[in-house]
C-alpha cells in the first residue's frame, strides 16, 4: 500500500496539472488577469513558472523547476494541442541551462530576470557541433547554452523586455586564465530547427555568444537588447550559422566582439557539411563593439554564405563596420551581399576584408580549398572619426572580385597619404571619399546593386495574442 506522504504528493501533483490546464478556455477568474503580447503564433495553454515550485529570489535553483514546466507544456506541442507558454514572473530566477519545446512560447515580465547559474556543475557537457569537429575554445565538447533546443518547430522567446542574464563575468575569469576544459555555452541555442521568433527581451552578460541558430531557417530577430563589457571575450550578439531566411531588425548591441557574425561553420568539417547561410535581412541595426565588426561574414564560412542584405545601420565606436573573414582552407564562398546606409562614428575602419583570418580548427584542412568572395556591394555610407577608410586584402590568385562601393564618405579622424589599403581585390567606385586605391577606380553607373524582391522572412507577420497569469505572479502584457 502506498504510503500517506506518496499519496499526498500524487494527490498535489494532479492537482496542479489540473489548475495549470484550466488555463487553456477558462475565463480570467479571481485572482488572475488577463494580457496581450505580439507573435506570430498564438498559445492555448499558459502556465507560470511559480505553478513548478519555481522561487525568484535569485539563490534558489530553478533548474529543475523550468525543465519541469517546459516537460509539462510539450504535451501540448503535437497536432491540434494548441501549444504552450511558460509565463517568468518578476523576480530573480537562477537556473541551469534547459530546453524549449515545439509549439512553445517563453515569455517573461518586465522584471523577470532569468539568472545563468554560477555553478559550473549544472551545465551538462554535449557534443561538438559536427560541422565545427570541435569547440570553439577548447578541443572537445561543450557545455549545454543557458537556453537551447534541438528540432524544433514554431518557437517564441518574448515578454516585456524581461531580462536574461549569463552571469558571464565567471566564465570570461576562466576563459582568461586558461582554467576550463570545455567551450563556453551561449545564451540562446536552437539547432536543427525552423520558425524561430525572439523580441522585447534584454540579455546581458553571456558566456559567450548570445543568440546562435544553427541548422535552422525561417528565423526572426526583432526588438533585442544585448549587453556585455565591451572587454568580454567573444560576446557576439546575434550569430545565425548555417541558417537559411533570417530577418534581424530593430536591435542595439554592445559586445565585445561582432554585433552580428553570419557564419556557416569550418573548414573540412564544414565542406563535408556543406550547409550555407542565405537569404539573410539586418536592418536598423546599433551597434558599438571597439574591437570588433558592426556585421561580420564569416571566418567560419565553409558552407557558403550568400545573399546578405543590410540597411539603416548605426554604429559607433566599432572597429569596423562590414568585414569578411575569411582563409585558405575555408573553401566554399561568399556572395552576394548588399549593405547600404550606414551612419558610422569613430571607427578604425569602415569597411575590412581578409583572406588570411589565421583560426583553424586543426591542421587537416586542405590547402586546395580556396574562399569565393565576390559580388560585395556598399553604398550610402557615412562615417567620422575614421582611422582608415578600408582594409581589404584578397587571397593571391584568388583575388575578391565584383566589388563595388558608392556614394561613401569617411572623414579621416588624422590625415593619412594611404587611408586605403588594398591587395588583390578588384572593383568599381563612384562618388567616394577619400578617394579609393587604385583597384576599385574602376567607372561605372554611380549606383551599387540592391535587391529589389521581397525576401519569404519579410512577410512573416505577429498577431496579439491573449494570456491569463495569477495577479501574484506580477501581471504584466501591454
Not at 551545465?123 to 543557458?146: E, F, N, Q, T, V
Not at 549569463?166 to 545564451?187: I, P
Not at 557576439?236 to 531566411?245: A, E, V, W
Not at 542595439?252 to 566582439?257: A, H, L, P, R
Amino acid at each position: 500500500m502506498a504510503s500517506p506522504l506518496h499519496l499526498l504528493r500524487s494527490l498535489c501533483l494532479v492537482f496542479l496539472a489540473a489548475s495549470v490546464a484550466a488555463r487553456r478556455h477558462s475565463p480570467p477568474a479571481s485572482g488572475y488577469g488577463q494580457s496581450t503580447y505580439m507573435a506570430p503564433s498564438c498559445r492555448a495553454h499558459t502556465a507560470s513558472l511559480a505553478d513548478f515550485g519555481g522561487v525568484g529570489d535569485g539563490t534558489t535553483s530553478n533548474t529543475a523547476a523550468f525543465r519541469s514546466a517546459v516537460e509539462h507544456l510539450a504535451q501540448y506541442s503535437g497536432d491540434g494541442g494548441g501549444g504552450g507558454m511558460l509565463y517568468v514572473p518578476a523576480g530573480k530566477w537562477l537556473t541551469g541551462p534547459f530546453n524549449l519545446t515545439s509549439h512553445f512560447t517563453l515569455f517573461l515580465h518586465s522584471d523577470a530576470v532569468i539568472l545563468g547559474s554560477q555553478d559550473i556543475n549544472e551545465w551538462p557537457i554535449i557534443d561538438p557541433l559536427p560541422s565545427y569537429g570541435r569547440g570553439r575554445d577548447k578541443i572537445g565538447g561543450r557545455y549545454a547554452s543557458l537556453i537551447g533546443g534541438s528540432n524544433l518547430t514554431d518557437v517564441v522567446i518574448t515578454g516585456n523586455n524581461g531580462t536574461i542574464d549569463g552571469q558571464g563575468a565567471t566564465w570570461w575569469s576562466k576563459f582568461h586564465g586558461n582554467k576550463l576544459k570545455y567551450t563556453r555555452g551561449y545564451l540562446i541555442e536552437v539547432m536543427h530547427s525552423d520558425t524561430i521568433f525572439i523580441s522585447n527581451v534584454t540579455l546581458l552578460n553571456s558566456p559567450a555568444w548570445n543568440i546562435h541558430p544553427v541548422y535552422s531557417s525561417n528565423i526572426v530577430v526583432q526588438g533585442v537588447t544585448i549587453l556585455a563589457p565591451t572587454h568580454s571575450p567573444n560576446t557576439d550578439g546575434i550569430n545565425p550559422d548555417s541558417c537559411s531566411h533570417v530577418r534581424i531588425e530593430d536591435c542595439y548591441i554592445v559586445s565585445g566582439d561582432d554585433c552580428v557574425a553570419i557564419k556557416s561553420v569550418w573548414d573540412e568539417y564544414g565542406i563535408a557539411y556543406a550547409m550555407p547561410s542565405q537569404h539573410i535581412f539586418v536592418r536598423r541595426l546599433t551597434c558599438v563593439s571597439p574591437t570588433s565588426a558592426v556585421i561580420a561574414l564569416g571566418s567560419e564560412m565553409s558552407g557558403g554564405i550568400q545573399d546578405v542584405r543590410a540597411e539603416d545601420i548605426t554604429a559607433v565606436n566599432s572597429e569596423s563596420g562590414v568585414r569578411i573573414k575569411t582563409a585558405v582552407g575555408r573553401g566554399a564562398f561568399v556572395r552576394d551581399v548588399f549593405v547600404r546606409r550606414m551612419k558610422l562614428d569613430t571607427m578604425k575602419w569602415v569597411f575590412w576584408m581578409t583572406g588570411n583570418y589565421k583560426s583553424h580548427p586543426d591542421d587537416k584542412f586542405d590547402p586546395n580549398a580556396v574562399p569565393v568572395v565576390e559580388n560585395i556591394s556598399y553604398q550610402d555610407v557615412v562615417a567620422t572619426g575614421v582611422n582608415t577608410a578600408a582594409r581589404l586584402e584578397g587571397i593571391q590568385g584568388a583575388p575578391f572580385r565584383g566589388i563595388c562601393i558608392a556614394n561613401v564618405t569617411a572623414e579621416m579622424a588624422k590625415a593619412r597619404k594611404y587611408p586605403w589599403t588594398c591587395t588583390d581585390v578588384e572593383g568599381v567606385s563612384a562618388d567616394v571619399t577619400p578617394a579609393p586605391c587604385e583597384p576599385l577606380k574602376g567607372a561605372h553607373d554611380g549606383a551599387c546593386p540592391f535587391p529589389t524582391d521581397t525576401l519569404p522572412i519579410d512577410q512573416v507577420t505577429v498577431q496579439q495574442c491573449a494570456y491569463d497569469v495569477p495577479s501574484t505572479g506580477g501581471g504584466g502584457g501591454n
